[in-house]
């Protein structure tokens, strides 16, 4: 079965948003806000039941918490506070006792950001704005100026305007443990997977394999199932996501009024800015908020070089201050350490074997020659997003890519595109009906991580998308011109 008619012939232009979550939800919506659409013209392609919880706030698990305060989470970037009011208005955190921190802030469960942006959006797929597709794409191929969309279940659909929205590539576990574990019982390769840690019994000796926001999740979950037994903790640095600070801090710094032209130069401000703000008695956190406010002013002057020294060098130290752990999550790991559960080691696998369900590693300290054995029973990956992977991560991505219509960007970071993020094909040129939303266009704009950038973001889409319907119009209008005077 095909929907929608031939794009020629098409006085409406018809757009697909390929994900679901909050980046393709926001997109619609803000959409939605500037342009009054016909039942039929906008799509959405996303398999799960709800728009706008995405991977990240589908989550079910209570010790998942939203890792920036509420009051600085909201669908509306003129209205921070829209989400933090929402909550208060439904008497949300009922039962919740350790929904506010010490500093006043408030860390819901993840999953109640997903219910928000869903009340949001779930209006316009009610009365037909919004058509939601609950399958996966299958393939998308070209057809003329616009695209052709076939689903899981085999049904195509003709779009004029493709958006690709979909979620972070899933972790790419380090091959050596993906060879020998496998196929074992206890071998959690992705940690965002419902339920996955059921495996991990009571008294299991746990190897965490990486040290960032996932990590501190997957050790929060065990305590709140009751798991007792020692978690070791390994990165490469050995450096674990930073806490909120204990009061709020004002921004501190200006990186953008003469921007670094350098990986070293900008990393020398920085910890210039750290030291002059700790000799005023405050904390770095101002001074991390001040870069990431203006962080893509500071990307975009970096040659793209430099853009690449970053992320091999720096990003590792900017992620860990940068995304900065719940306070209650963090309490959960500083417990586990003050009792001794927790050890957090700057180590890499260097060998490992698993004979009868237990797991034998030898772990390589980092600037070290030394390595030390431990037996596990165990081993959870929780190392990020395999951004190396992207192109691989679906078969509809590599497919495009293949065919020239998409490309990775020139930091390894995502896929190409302009500073209207626009895809960019394979030789560099734009794909004016394709739009790259969300981190995974986080190459060209720097900072699309965090969920304010994000949604930031999705507004600039929406304009564009906007932008491109009236350009429609104003065709259609001309060809309907033109044929009258003949």
Known sequence: MTIGSDHEARELPVIAIVGGGVSGAAVAFHLLQRRSLQPGQLFIFEPRERLGTGLAYDTQDPAHRINVPAAKMSLLPDDLEHFQRWLLERDALAGDEVAVAANGGLFPRRALFGNYINSMIRPFVED????????????????????????????????????????????????????????????????????????IRADDRVLVVGNGLTSADVIASLELRGHKGPITAISRRGLRSRGHAPVKQELFGDFASHPSRTAVSLLKRVRAAIREAEGEGRSWHGVIDQVRGQGRHLWNALPIEERRRVVRHLRPFWDVHRFRVAPQVEAASEKAIDTGRLEVLAASVASVEATDGIIDCKLRLSRSDRTVERQFDAVVVTTGPGHRGILQSQGWIGELAESGCLAMDQAGLGLACDMQSRALDADGEIVSSLFISGPLARGTFGELMGLPEVIEHAVLVAEQLAGAIDEHADKRDKAYLDSSAA
């Open 128 to 199: 037909g704005c919004v058509t939601h597709v609950q399958q996966g794409v299958e393939r998308i191929r070209r057809s003329g100026r616009g695209w052709v969309i076939t689903d899981d279940a085999g049904h195509e659909v003709n779009v004029d305007v493709l958006v690709i929205a979909t979620s972070h590539p899933s972790p790419l576990p380090p091959r050596l443990l993906q060879d020998a574990l496998a196929d074992h019982p206890r071998f959690v390769a992705d940690p965002t997977k419902p339920d996955v840690l059921a495996a």
